[in-house]
């Protein structure tokens, strides 16, 4: 089990940008986050193995990046040109194996509330 460190976030209006970084207490082979919107299921907005594979949500990789530390075990998420839509509790995980699977330890989660 990994302890997951999570900054960033917070309000921003529509248009605007906020960046998300999650550092984890030991090594995890994929981190990722998971968002949850109001009223929405939990989906997996990114996430990076260790060997520096990333991988971004359709949904949203015309605005969004993300990047993987494997030295540090850091994922950070750059969210630009955010929408109301993007507004939700987002968590940074550790997946038990596979990207995208089951998740093994759970961040404490942020908000991330975008205003039009």
């Known amino acids: 089990q990994v302890y997951l460190a999570e900054s960033g976030g917070g309000s921003v209006q529509a248009g605007g940008s906020l960046t998300l970084s999650c550092t984890a207490s030991g090594y995890v082979y994929c981190m990722g986050w998971i968002r949850q919107g109001p009223g929405k299921e939990r989906d997996v907005v990114a996430s990076g193995t260790s060997g520096g594979r990333i991988t971004v949500a359709d949904s949203v990789k015309d605005r969004f990046t993300a990047s993987r530390d494997g030295g540090k075990n850091t994922l950070t998420l750059q969210m630009n040109n955010m929408r109301s839509e993007d507004t939700g509790t987002y968590s940074c995980?550790?997946?038990?194996?596979?990207?995208?699977?089951?998740?093994?330890?759970w961040g404490q989660g942020t908000q991330v509330t975008v205003s039009s």
């Open positions: 995980v550790a997946f038990t194996s596979t990207c995208g699977g089951n998740v093994r330890d």
